[in-house]
């Protein structure tokens, strides 16, 4: 058993900047492979970006250029650094490690 939680999320106005970390209740060296999705109503989740334990990122067009994936070996989180956001990354953020372990989600809302 695994458990995520996720937290960073919030309120910010279009062009601002969030940091999500995702807390895992084991190392996060563990894992070979974890990842941030989000999710809007009446949608699936998407991954917006992964991080592989050889340090291989990948990311989702819409956010290219934008977020950044990163560990935090110090504090054993996976953090997702968000930059010029727009109202279309409203969504619930969710962090996956494999395999099917998911956190609870935190809101992100964009808007001025």
């Known amino acids: 058993q695994v458990q995520l939680v996720e937290s960073g999320g919030g309120l910010v106005q279009p062009g601002g900047s969030l940091r999500l970390s995702c807390a895992a209740s084991r190392s996060i060296f563990s894992f070979n492979f974890m990842a941030w999705y989000r999710q809007t109503p009446g949608k699936g989740r998407d991954v917006v970006a992964s991080?592989?334990?050889?340090?291989?990122?990948n990311y989702a067009d819409s956010v290219k250029g934008r977020f950044t994936i990163f560990k935090d070996n110090a504090n054993n989180t996976l953090n997702l650094q968000m930059n010029s956001l727009k109202p279309e990354d409203t969504a619930i953020y969710y962090c996956?490690?494999?395999?099917?372990?998911w956190g609870q989600g935190t809101q992100v809302t964009v808007s001025s």
């Open positions: 991080l592989t334990d050889d340090g291989r990122t």
């Open positions: 996956y490690v494999p395999e099917n372990y």
